[in-house]
């Protein structure tokens, strides 16, 4: 019988020829992630073993982006039993404040994650690096701990959903309207268990940028893994950020997937999920008068390059919306100056907004952004449950760089079509 | 293994983030993570949790973030179970590795209601509710499962050789 890319992944990293859903396999790990949240759940549970060493030093990242800069100081401390640990066990790629990004964003442009690796990360939005062709999942604090102790996994082999991609994208939509798109089809726990696996033609018109958001939230409708097929734009991206050599697993032709789902992309209009949950996508036709006090432009999801330019040639020459918060952060070093050398910067604080450092402070509530009762945001973050920004009583609306950029001007949800048609 | 208890009911897409908001995420402190356990849900989740309680939920219980503070915070109120409809795979994986014994059964979830007492024999599978008298089946836990659970997670498991 036929096998999937992810299950193909799974048996090469499982010493088997083949494996089949359901199937329970002991996987070698190419890198194992954390950040400062989860990894001292993780070191905690790691001195319980009783082990001198990490299994391999040069396997292990760990990344200082939830509460990095440190916000109190119980966020100081986490960071630094964090750094002591690194330092201690020589891990190679332990990125702190000056080199830090958020992970998702950071270990893609690092050259971290090649096609064909098996990744864990104990954060959930670890599935981003299936747009690059690995199979990539999150995971526990206590799968971090025995993963950086002896470089394995087990795993249950998932079924697939596929998704056939046809059409190219309409002018100001991007991946987080497909994927919001896709989440509003099929539900948040839609794929629960599953890999969603995404080909098709369509495919040669989707950018990176836009492939690692759609991976990025394959989380939110519950799936193990999102993967892409790995096509010349995804090994013209490896080879630019100096990743080791991609393993190309091609889905064979009798693969047998749960549910096949064809997305014309051409279709797909400006997306908006309404709280308290991501599969609340509706388009603009079903979205009335509805008024904001904060943005939010940055994450894991949507804190790339092409998302601040996206944003920027919207906001450029306009002003914020008086009365609206307006915080852009770019998701690494290397874009924020990218953003500065491009101009995006002085788009935005000419316009009225915030340019921060990395971090993911405000997407989770952390900090740098956290609304007040009653308070609404409109934000390109991935997640928009109760109290996810902040208040328990305040609201989070998901969308694309463009919709938030639009938004931002009016200080109502409006479609960039509205802004860029007048 | 045997789990006897009042039920405190919740509904479907219960999400990480309400279970141990992030806001408290600056500790990995067991007691206070479940001092702060379901308050954007249910303010009197705390004061109101007994030890040996069981949990019932609908669908996708867990949703959201891989933050296993969520199942410690859950755990370390005492609660001795959760029964749901289906859990998000993070979190499933997650309440097993540190211990918490969780297990799918939705014929349960909908038999049982709010403060109804449960017993739930894992060994046999068998989800009794000792209030109406009814009785649910489920998969028992597996041997190695048990043993998890049983040495209070994966790690002691591994560290005292009850997992090889």
Same mark, same amino acid.
């Given at each position: 019988m036929g096998m999937t890319m992810t299950?193909?992944?799974l048996a090469a990293h499982s010493g088997l020829e083949s494996v089949q859903a359901g199937q329970l396999i002991l996987a070698e790990l190419d890198l194992v992630l954390g950040n400062d949240i989860t990894s001292p759940v993780a070191i905690k549970e790691f001195s319980k073993l009783g082990r001198d060493s990490v299994f391999d030093k040069d396997k292990i990242t760990m990344v200082m982006d939830h509460f990095a800069p440190n916000k109190d100081i119980k966020a100081?401390?986490?960071?630094?039993?964090?750094?002591?640990?690194?330092?201690?066990?020589?891990?190679?790629?332990?990125?702190?404040?000056?080199?830090?990004?958020?992970?998702?964003?950071?270990?893609?442009?690092?050259?971290?994650?090649?096609?064909?690796?098996?990744?864990?990360?104990?954060?959930?939005?670890?599935?981003?690096?299936?747009?690059?062709?690995a199979f990539s999942t999150g995971v526990g604090s206590t799968d971090m701990a025995c993963g950086m102790a002896i470089g394995k996994a087990w795993f249950k082999v998932p079924s697939a959903i596929k998704f056939n991609l046809t059409g190219k994208l309409r002018k100001y939509v991007s991946g987080k309207d497909v994927i919001l798109h896709i989440i509003g089809k099929i539900g948040v726990d839609g794929a629960l268990y599953r890999s969603m696996e995404f080909t098709g033609e369509g495919l040669s018109s989707l950018t990176m940028s836009d492939r690692l958001c759609i991976?990025?939230?394959?989380?939110?409708?519950?799936?193990?893994?999102?993967?892409?097929?790995?096509?010349?734009?995804?090994?013209?991206?490896?080879?630019?950020?100096?990743?080791?050599?991609?393993?190309?697993?091609?889905?064979?032709?009798?693969?047998?997937?749960?549910?096949?789902?064809?997305?014309?992309?051409?279709e797909i209009q400006p997306t908006v999920s309404f709280p308290h949950l991501p599969e609340n996508a509706r388009t603009f036709d079903e979205i009335g008068d509805v008024k904001i006090d904060q943005v939010v432009i940055g994450s894991c999801t949507n804190g790339r390059l092409e998302d601040l330019q996206a944003a920027a040639e919207i906001m450029k020459g306009r002003k914020c919306a008086k009365n609206v918060r307006v915080i852009v952060i770019p998701a690494t070093q290397q874009i924020y100056l990218d953003a500065m050398e491009q101009g995006l910067l002085k788009i935005?604080?000419?316009?009225?907004?915030?340019?921060?450092?990395?971090?993911?402070?405000?997407?989770?509530?952390?900090?740098?952004?956290?609304?007040?009762?009653?308070?609404?945001?409109?934000?390109?973050?991935?997640?928009?449950?109760?109290?996810?920004?902040?208040?328990?009583?305040?609201?989070?609306?998901?969308?694309?760089?463009?919709?938030?950029?639009?938004?931002?001007?009016?200080?109502?949800?409006?479609?960039?079509?509205?802004?860029m048609n007048k | 293994?045997?789990?006897?208890?009042?039920?405190?009911?919740?509904?479907?897409?219960?999400?990480?983030?309400?279970?141990?908001?992030?806001?408290?995420?600056?500790?990995?402190?067991?007691?206070?993570?479940?001092?702060?356990?379901?308050?954007?849900?249910?303010?009197?989740?705390?004061?109101?949790?007994?030890?040996?309680?069981?949990?019932?939920?609908?669908?996708?219980?867990?949703?959201?973030?891989?933050?296993?503070?969520?199942?410690?915070?859950?755990?370390?109120?005492?609660?001795?179970?959760?029964?749901?409809?289906?859990?998000?795979r993070i979190f499933?994986?997650?309440?097993?590795?540190?211990?918490?014994?969780?297990?799918?059964? =939705? !014929?349960?979830?909908?038999? %049982?209601? &709010?403060?109804?007492?449960?017993?739930?024999?894992?060994? $046999? @599978?068998? *989800?009794?509710?000792?209030?109406?008298?009814?009785?649910?089946?489920?998969?028992?836990? =597996? !041997?190695?499962?048990?043993? %998890?659970? &049983?040495?209070?997670?994966?790690?002691?498991?591994?560290? $005292? @050789?009850? *997992?090889?």
């Amino acid at each position: 019988m036929g096998m999937t890319m992810t299950q193909k992944i799974l048996a090469a990293h499982s010493g088997l020829e083949s494996v089949q859903a359901g199937q329970l396999i002991l996987a070698e790990l190419d890198l194992v992630l954390g950040n400062d949240i989860t990894s001292p759940v993780a070191i905690k549970e790691f001195s319980k073993l009783g082990r001198d060493s990490v299994f391999d030093k040069d396997k292990i990242t760990m990344v200082m982006d939830h509460f990095a800069p440190n916000k109190d100081i119980k966020a100081a401390e986490q960071c630094k039993m964090c750094r002591d640990f690194c330092g201690e066990k020589d891990v190679t790629h332990f990125y702190d404040v000056g080199q830090m990004g958020i992970e998702h964003a950071l270990l893609p442009e690092k050259g971290l994650v090649t096609a064909g690796n098996v990744v864990i990360g104990a954060d959930s939005h670890t599935c981003t690096y299936g747009a690059l062709g690995a199979f990539s999942t999150g995971v526990g604090s206590t799968d971090m701990a025995c993963g950086m102790a002896i470089g394995k996994a087990w795993f249950k082999v998932p079924s697939a959903i596929k998704f056939n991609l046809t059409g190219k994208l309409r002018k100001y939509v991007s991946g987080k309207d497909v994927i919001l798109h896709i989440i509003g089809k099929i539900g948040v726990d839609g794929a629960l268990y599953r890999s969603m696996e995404f080909t098709g033609e369509g495919l040669s018109s989707l950018t990176m940028s836009d492939r690692l958001c759609i991976a990025n939230m394959a989380i939110e409708a519950g799936a193990k893994n999102g993967i892409f097929e790995v096509d010349d734009i995804t090994l013209d991206y490896i080879k630019a950020h100096g990743a080791a050599e991609p393993a190309i697993y091609k889905a064979d032709d009798d693969a047998e997937y749960d549910e096949v789902i064809n997305i014309d992309l051409s279709e797909i209009q400006p997306t908006v999920s309404f709280p308290h949950l991501p599969e609340n996508a509706r388009t603009f036709d079903e979205i009335g008068d509805v008024k904001i006090d904060q943005v939010v432009i940055g994450s894991c999801t949507n804190g790339r390059l092409e998302d601040l330019q996206a944003a920027a040639e919207i906001m450029k020459g306009r002003k914020c919306a008086k009365n609206v918060r307006v915080i852009v952060i770019p998701a690494t070093q290397q874009i924020y100056l990218d953003a500065m050398e491009q101009g995006l910067l002085k788009i935005f604080i000419e316009s009225g907004a915030v340019v921060s450092t990395p971090t993911c402070g405000p997407c989770l509530g952390g900090y740098m952004g956290i609304l007040a009762k009653g308070e609404r945001a409109i934000a390109t973050t991935n997640r928009n449950f109760v109290g996810r920004m902040g208040h328990p009583e305040s609201e989070v609306y998901l969308a694309s760089p463009e919709t938030a950029a639009a938004s931002a001007l009016t200080g109502r949800i409006t479609s960039p079509w509205e802004v860029m048609n007048k | 293994m045997k789990y006897t208890g009042n039920v405190i009911k919740y509904g479907d897409n219960i999400d990480t983030d309400v279970i141990i908001p992030a806001r408290y995420l600056n500790t990995s402190d067991h007691a206070e993570l479940a001092s702060h356990c379901m308050e954007d849900l249910d303010k009197t989740f705390v004061s109101r949790v007994q030890n040996g309680d069981i949990i019932t939920a609908g669908q996708n219980f867990g949703c959201g973030s891989s933050r296993e503070h969520a199942p410690i915070a859950i755990k370390a109120n005492g609660v001795s179970l959760v029964i749901a409809k289906s859990f998000a795979r993070i979190f499933y994986r997650n309440s097993i590795n540190i211990g918490l014994a969780i297990v799918e059964c =939705p !014929e349960a979830v909908d038999g %049982i209601s &709010e403060g109804d007492k449960v017993e739930a024999d894992m060994d $046999n @599978g068998i *989800i009794r509710n000792l209030t109406t008298g009814k009785e649910y089946r489920t998969a028992p836990f =597996p !041997e190695f499962i048990q043993k %998890i659970i &049983e040495n209070n997670g994966l790690i002691q498991s591994i560290a $005292n @050789g009850s *997992i090889q």
